[in-house]
């Protein structure tokens, strides 16, 4: 096993650091082993890492156990105590997996590795789970042997170990770990499915584990050519505005493969994936929507849009209501309300009258409708609606944008135009107004 170790470690990308996590149960005792075992060969730093979620009564004593085997290995030790606390009707399994990962991705530095100990058992239970989940191809390739975790990578180089070849190594080697009463809850699935599903399957079908390992693994090898298909979708249907997809284009290709590169889309934006019936509803609401509608499609904390041939990913925010007035005084930065990034002051060779500004009654409001000015260069006053549409400014955000405000006359939107009779006379000293988002800078 160790030599197989070895092996699998060479062909991993190169680190200075790899970091165990070590709960101090049998797979991770066993694997915490060999790397102390392979002393020199292993050729980078080690350092173990053990996640305390506050759940059990013994959670104190099996940390002491786990600094107390470091201890013996010399080897160091890094604690995270979570103290999770599961909202009514929230998965627990699901809570306590999402926060481990979180707090292991904090301790790493960028190109070092983590190391996890989930074995070929471990593999057929995750696939047997996705597949009543109901889970599509990324799902179905259960968990990969190496993959992008944090500022680094997450490796399992124990995948084709099966629990009773760690068993009977711990065995051998005489090891010491903890036994943790919650493994045997049904209440929780992979416990039932383990217990109670797993050693019939055995008992018909002996190779079940081997079997289902291997179809996962042919799983990833498919999700991962229908990922780098999807990649190239991507770039022949990129939309008229940037992060944007072309509905034009999305509607030339066939739907098992426009949904992959929906799916590719979110996951490349780091958004949570939308499950079946998102999907058809963006292809149903979205994509055959007219023209002049407005549909909207929502999942967790994302939202999809369309305006004209762009399909819009955003993050979900809540609807406010811009009624009042904000006083912006001197020339000093203002904050925006609900997040809207801040309204900043340049000198500039063209713009508004820095002498009007400063004797001026300054003030920012938002469209509430009818507002209209007479754009810098132009002698007629054009409504603010029909602006936003020459500008091609997606409907949900034409609310958002900020109005400012002189003597109670539109002067200047940000990021777009400044008014008549404000601009400066050339020679006079102007100023512009920079729009700081979150994401981009808007500059008038």
């Known amino acids: ?67 107390r085997v470091c201890r013996g290995y010399r080897i160091p030790l890094r604690q995270l105590r979570l103290g999770l606390r599961p909202r009514a009707g929230e998965s627990l399994e699901a809570l ?8 292991l991705a904090g301790v790493m530095a ?48 124990l995948l084709d170990v099966t629990r009773a070849e760690l068993q009977d190594y711990a065995e051998r080697e005489g090891l010491c770990w903890i036994e943790d009463p919650s493994n045997s809850d049904l209440r929780f699935d992979r416990n039932y499915l383990r217990h109670e599903i797993m050693p019939l399957l055995l008992q018909r079908w002996p190779a079940a584990t081997s079997t289902l390992a ?28 940037p992060g944007t997809l072309s509905v034009k284009a999305l509607l030339a290709f066939p739907s098992p493969r426009r949904r992959s590169l929906l799916r590719h889309w979110v996951s490349s934006r780091g958004g949570m994936m939308p499950g079946s019936r998102h999907l058809q509803r963006i292809e149903q609401e979205c994509l055959q929507a007219r023209q002049d ?26 609807v406010r209501d811009f009624t009042g007035v904000i006083h912006w005084r001197d020339r000093h930065p203002l904050r925006l309300p609900s997040g809207l990034g801040f309204l900043r002051l340049e000198r500039a060779k063209r713009g508004i009258s820095a002498a009007i500004w400063d004797r001026g009654r300054v003030e920012v409001r938002f469209r509430q409708g009818g ?47 400044w008014c008549e009779p404000f601009g400066a006379a050339p020679g006079e000293p102007a100023l512009r107004i920079h729009w700081e988002t979150a994401d981009s800078g808007m500059n008038l």
């Open 214 to 241: 291997r179809s996962a693994r042919l799983s990833a090898e498919l999700h991962l050519l229908a990922d780098e298909l999807a990649a190239e979708d991507l770039k022949r249907a990129c939309g008229p505005w």
């Open 96 to 103: 306590a997996r999402e926060r481990r990962y979180a707090a």
């Open 371 to 417: 507002e209209h000015c007479i754009p810098a260069g132009r002698v007629h006053h054009r409504p603010l609606k029909k602006l936003f549409q020459e500008w091609s400014v997606p409907p949900w955000q034409r609310d958002r944008i900020p109005l400012v405000y002189l003597d109670g006359q539109l002067a200047a939107i940000p990021g777009y135009l």
């Open 110 to 157: 960028p190109g070092e590795l983590l190391v996890t100990a989930q074995h070929r058992d471990d593999q057929a239970e995750t696939l047997l789970l996705q597949l009543l989940r109901g889970s599509g191809p990324a799902g179905l390739a259960a968990m990969p042997a190496l993959c992008r975790f944090g500022p680094g990578w997450l490796a399992r180089p």
């Open 1 to 67: 096993m160790l030599e197989r170790l070895q092996r699998i470690l060479s062909e991993l990308p190169r680190t200075a650091r790899y970091h165990l996590a070590f709960s101090g149960g049998l797979d991770s005792s066993v694997l915490l082993h060999l790397l102390v075992q392979m002393g020199d060969r292993l050729d980078a730093r080690l350092q173990a890492v053990h996640v305390q979620h506050g759940l059990q009564e013994a959670a104190d004593s099996w940390a002491e156990h786990c600094a």
């Open 293 to 318: 509608a407005q549909p909207l499609v929502q999942w967790k904390d994302l939202e999809v849009r369309r305006y004209r041939d762009g399909l819009f990913l955003l993050q979900s925010s809540p």
